[in-house]
């Protein structure tokens, strides 16, 4: 079926480690973006990306990097994991910015950093 | 930035009845995204608009671009309408978009 898959699901990581979470597409959507969600507050912007090769930081960075040599991939790395880090990550796709472009979402990622 | 919020954060409501969900955002904007996330975790998008209203089934969104102020309506409600709503508006650009936190909508048979 078309749309965003996130891969793992669910994952537990003890600190320091790093990973990647990965983020497909297949409907040829120029805007790709990661957040993440915790208890009591809105989804936040961690990065996005409005095209292959071109990436730009959201609201909270720190910690993440992105990538984006594809149109269908954009996987998001935690460098050094941190507890603050546990979370529940969503990546989102979307044809184009602007008026018309509604959001796909993945089904997101369950990050637990012990 | 854009700050959206959301009200109430807390909507309980037998099955049957007309549900409002309301959100403010501070800063104009170009277009406003109501989403539902499912009890399981999983986001959909609802609507996206820019001007007036839109429908679709038994869900409608209006949005009044002079008040900074949209709402989503849930007629006859169900069930399985049970679920958070959460409104989003464009920052800096139709690039980053904020969230508000989200309505959790239990609708009782």
């Known amino acids: 079926n078309a749309g965003v898959t996130q891969t793992p699901k669910f994952q537990v990581l003890k600190t320091g480690q790093s990973m990647t979470l990965q983020c497909a597409q297949d409907m040829n959507h120029e805007y790709m973006s990661w957040y993440r969600q915790d208890p009591g507050m809105g989804l936040r912007l961690i990065h996005y990306s409005v095209g292959a090769g071109i990436t730009d930081q959201g609201e909270v960075p720190n910690g993440y990097n992105v990538s984006r040599s594809t149109t269908e991939d954009f996987p998001l790395r935690l460098l050094s994991a941190a507890p603050s880090q546990t979370s529940v990550y969503f990546c989102?796709?979307?044809?184009?910015?602007?008026?018309?472009?509604?959001?796909?979402f993945g089904s997101g990622t369950r990050l637990t950093v012990v | 930035k854009n700050e959206v919020e959301q009200s109430p954060q807390n909507l309980t409501a037998q099955e049957g009845e007309f549900i409002t969900i309301n959100c403010s955002y501070s800063v104009g904007i170009s277009a406003l995204h109501w989403l539902q996330q499912h009890p399981g975790g999983g986001i959909v998008s609802l609507f996206m608009l820019s001007s007036g209203k839109k429908k679709h089934g038994r869900l409608i969104a209006t949005i009044n671009i002079q008040e900074k102020h949209s709402s989503l309506h849930i007629t006859a409600s169900h069930p399985r309408d049970s679920a958070v709503y959460i409104c989003a508006a464009p920052s800096f650009g139709n690039e980053k978009l904020t969230f508000g936190t989200g309505t959790r909508l239990t609708i009782i048979p």
């Open positions: 989102a796709s979307s044809f184009t910015v602007g008026q018309a472009a509604g959001y796909t």
